[in-house]
């Protein structure tokens, strides 16, 4: 007898990770992506009710949630609009994928943590958010974990990649347009191509397939998914520069000389030993991953 593919729906398949697991989750199951526009369902996260309607009519067999508001700075005047998306419709998907007994991946990110460390970040480190999103953030996880759904919570940081609005596009952009940048440099993290990801995700979902469908049994919980090594934004722009050859002259400026409407955590490196013992994973360098997308077709400036 035949048996049928487990259906995985992906939200967020636009942006920059989800346009990954796209490729890299298709080979586990039947893919169905919903989003405002340019999905196969329609889904507006703003809207109440409509991600809890939307798992209730397709009933899947797993969701990989990879929407999010992002846009940190707009978040600090439009906090209503950043909760909705990042927390209030995280949860109507926990509650709704309890009761249909279906597992939940949802990503998060380094912005929970305040910044003040000098180590990195592990899982259990007291949380304390500078910012609209961060805060927003942690309340998804929060009540994600508080639904009672079979979940993944995988924090992000510093993520990047050729498709969607990050560091290394903006950088392209003005490395081309102007003669010099001023970039911050006491800020420290670890760059983490949205490419490395979704291949993560992906292996961390086969190993929890069986019986025609996904189950994260003792290893559901939080784990943090981020490149090896750190960096500063400084750093990471120069060697952009030297990458593209660009005449461009990259100067370092202080968190302080460069203010924002949200505040950054200063030091952002997170711990990825427990998915390493959990999983077998362990992503590679930052570097190596920087290599690896400016090889790729579209990866120069």
């Known amino acids: 007898?035949?048996?049928?593919?487990?259906?995985?729906?992906?939200?967020g398949p636009n942006g920059q990770v989800g346009w990954e697991l796209r490729r890299t989750l298709?080979?586990?199951?039947?893919?169905?992506?919903?989003?405002?526009?340019g999905a196969d369902e329609t889904l507006d996260l703003l809207r109440p009710g409509e991600a809890r309607a939307l798992l209730e009519r397709l009933r899947p067999d797993l969701v990989v949630n990879a929407a999010a508001y992002t846009a940190v700075d707009a978040a600090e005047s439009e906090e209503g609009a950043a909760r909705r998306v990042n927390a209030e419709a995280v949860a109507e998907l926990g509650e709704a994928a309890r009761k249909l007994d279906c597992p939940v991946v949802h990503y998060s990110t380094d912005y929970v943590f305040?910044?003040?460390?000098?180590?990195?970040w592990r899982e259990e480190d007291p949380t304390e958010p500078l910012n609209v999103y961060g805060r927003t953030k942690l309340e998804g996880e929060k009540a994600l974990a508080a639904s009672g759904a079979?979940?993944?919570?995988?924090?992000?940081?510093w993520v990047y990649g050729m498709r969607g609005s990050n560091f290394l596009l903006t950088m392209g952009k003005l490395l081309r347009e102007r003669e010099a940048v001023r970039v911050v440099s006491d800020q420290r993290g670890a760059p983490t191509w949205s490419r490395f990801i979704a291949e993560a995700t992906a292996q961390i979902l086969a190993q929890c397939r069986a019986g025609g469908g996904f189950a994260f049994g003792d290893r559901r919980g939080l784990y943090h998914l981020t490149a090896g090594g750190e960096t500063s934004w400084h750093q990471f722009a120069s060697l952009l520069a030297d990458r593209w050859r660009s005449a461009c002259r990259v100067e370092a400026v202080s968190t302080a000389d460069y203010p924002t409407p949200a505040r950054r955590p200063a030091y952002s490196?997170?711990?990825?030993?427990?998915?390493?013992?959990?999983?077998g994973i362990r992503l590679p360098h930052w570097r190596e991953g920087l290599d690896l997308c400016l090889e790729t077709p579209g990866g120069a400036a």
């Open 26 to 37: 298709a080979p586990l199951g039947r893919l169905v992506t919903a989003a405002r526009a």
């Open 150 to 157: 079979d979940h993944l919570v995988l924090r992000l940081a």
């Open 269 to 279: 490196v997170l711990d990825n030993d427990r998915l390493e013992k959990a999983f």
């Open 1 to 11: 007898m035949r048996r049928t593919l487990p259906t995985i729906l992906l939200l």
């Open 114 to 120: 305040s910044g003040k460390g000098d180590r990195p």
